[in-house]
């Protein structure tokens, strides 16, 4: 079978291109891959080639397919592995396998990643539970289902101690306070939808520099929406706060519970440390892009005030299924993570644009001719074209979030690749 593929040759040597994939052994599934949610270590991993760690040395001569956050259905069962899986079925994969080599889809196989059309999974990934059936409504929900259980897996993370018994609970203080300091990008985003509708929290504070991009995630998850589920939710800009330590405490009464740290900037993380109330954690989420970028921490604090730091990469399989859970009880909104579609076409100048991010989620539909259309621009393009005009109606009717009903029509109108 031929696909049409975004492959990665060597450092910001992207190509999309077809070429015919293996028949698959009998221990191994073909997939039809709808969507792909664009992530930000996949923009790393095209500028550090094979540098970067997840990524093969030789690439030059066998391309890897990029792409790690895919949702598709089962095309065809190796004999092997019949009766527990079907034709049919619709599936997300769990990218991280935790293999010595640090080998993932979507970073290091030939003919797996989710910016493909079709893919072969490997016995790998069946082997360690890694391709997870999905139940949910909607393609675009399960390409979102790994970048929040990376964000799930970070609430699970923290975790707090009784001084009087010495017992430790893990997870975000039940009814605490949360920061999510440069957290108006879609991790933040997603932060804010598990903060409400899974960790139990009683306030969340978002922080970030720009009005455009707090704005853009207020509306995304509204103030409003957390209220109704019991949490009281701020979205601050500290650039104009003068003393942004003084304030935080202030609003928070005192000291955050659990931190997290959406910026890989060793000031933030500072900040982090001394809005912590007793016992605060921690969590320095986003992933540095040097491997000597250093910080500081008040061992005073540590020691005295049980302060303490965790850092949290990827997920598991129980993250994806309990991603999956939530969204199926309409607990958490995939949609507010949504701020851009696009097709395999434009997966390349749409990752090479990440040097300079802006808006959320972009999620790529492997069999469209589509360029990168923000949401908000629906209504504009919709005056010249009949497709973006019935899009913009329906994600407008939808609050203005990306929704199933919009990618059904998307995916039933819009020109093929």
């Known amino acids: 079978m031929k696909t049409k593929a975004v492959r990665l040759y060597g450092a910001n040597d992207v190509r999309l291109e077809e070429f015919e994939l293996p028949n698959i052994t009998e221990d191994e599934v073909l997939i039809k891959v709808v969507s792909d949610s664009v992530c930000a270590s996949t923009y790393k991993a095209i500028k550090q080639g094979t540098a970067h760690k997840r990524v093969p040395n030789d690439i030059d001569k066998n391309p890897v397919i990029i792409g790690h956050e895919m949702c598709g259905i089962i095309l065809q069962v190796g004999g092997n592995l019949k009766g527990k899986w079907e034709v049919g079925q619709k599936i997300v994969i769990q990218p991280a396998l935790k293999l010595e080599s640090g080998y993932d889809p979507g970073y290091s196989y030939k003919y797996i990643g989710g910016n493909s059309q079709y893919a072969v999974v490997p016995k790998v990934v069946l082997e360690r539970n890694c391709l997870l059936r999905y139940d949910g409504e909607g393609y675009f929900k399960g390409s979102l289902v790994e970048a929040l259980a990376c964000v799930i897996r970070g609430f699970k993370g923290l975790y707090h101690t009784d001084y009087t018994t010495y017992e430790r609970t893990d997870g975000a203080k039940k009814g605490g306070k949360l920061a999510i300091l440069g957290g108006a990008g879609p991790m933040g985003i997603g932060a804010v939808e598990i903060a409400c509708g899974y960790a139990g929290v009683s306030q969340v504070v978002v922080t970030d520099l720009s009005d455009e991009r707090l704005a853009f995630a207020k509306e995304k998850s509204s103030v409003e929406n957390a209220k109704k589920r019991g949490v009281d939710l701020k979205y601050i800009n500290t650039l104009n706060v003068e003393n942004q330590e003084e304030y935080l405490k202030e609003i928070s009464n005192g000291g955050f519970d659990d931190v997290l740290v959406m910026v890989p900037v060793p000031a933030l993380f500072n900040l982090a440390e001394r809005i912590c109330r007793e016992d605060g954690c921690i969590n320095f989420f986003a992933g540095p892009p040097v491997h000597d970028m250093q910080g500081s921490l008040n061992l005073y604090r540590v020691h005295y005030d049980g302060i303490h730091v965790v850092g949290t990469a990827g997920s598991i399989p129980k993250d994806i299924e309990d991603v999956i859970t939530l969204i199926e009880q309409n607990k958490i909104n995939a949609g507010a993570l949504v701020s851009h579609i696009l097709g395999l076409n434009a997966v390349k100048d749409t990752l090479f644009a990440m040097e300079k991010p802006n808006g959320a989620k972009k999620v790529c539909y492997n069999e469209l ?49």
């Open 369 to 417: 001719d589509l360029p990168l259309i923000a949401l908000t621009d629906l209504e504009e393009l919709g005056n010249s074209s009949e497709l973006y005009k019935e899009l913009a109606k329906i994600v407008k009717a939808n609050g203005g979030l990306w929704n199933v009903e919009a990618e059904n029509y998307l995916l039933k109108h819009a020109p093929k690749i």
